[in-house]
């Protein structure tokens, strides 16, 4: 195997807007009405989807590929 990413993940329809303060880390959040999106992974990787709820109280996925 090559030295690319091996994992890809798509946002179909984004309105992005930077979710932290400190402009040099490269995480970001997603605010928007209606969200679609597509992950792609090689086949030597898992992936595991995993409910929980946020502080907020907010249902959720969190998604990983390994």
Same mark, same amino acid.
């Given at each position: 195997? *090559?030295? *690319? @990413? @091996?994992i890809? #993940?798509? &946002?179909?329809? !984004?309105?992005?807007?930077?979710? &932290? !303060?400190d402009?040099? !880390?490269?995480?970001?959040? %997603?605010?928007?009405?209606? #969200?679609e999106?597509?992950?792609?992974w090689?086949?030597?990787?898992?992936a595991?989807? &995993?409910? #929980? %709820?946020?502080?907020q *109280? @907010?249902? *959720?996925?969190?998604l &990983? %590929?390994?």
């Amino acid at each position: 195997m *090559g030295l *690319g @990413h @091996h994992i890809a #993940f798509r &946002i179909l329809q !984004k309105s992005w807007t930077a979710g &932290i !303060k400190d402009p040099s !880390k490269a995480n970001y959040t %997603v605010a928007q009405k209606r #969200f679609e999106a597509e992950l792609t992974w090689q086949d030597n990787k898992e992936a595991k989807m &995993i409910p #929980f %709820v946020n502080e907020q *109280g @907010h249902n *959720g996925i969190r998604l &990983i %590929v390994e």
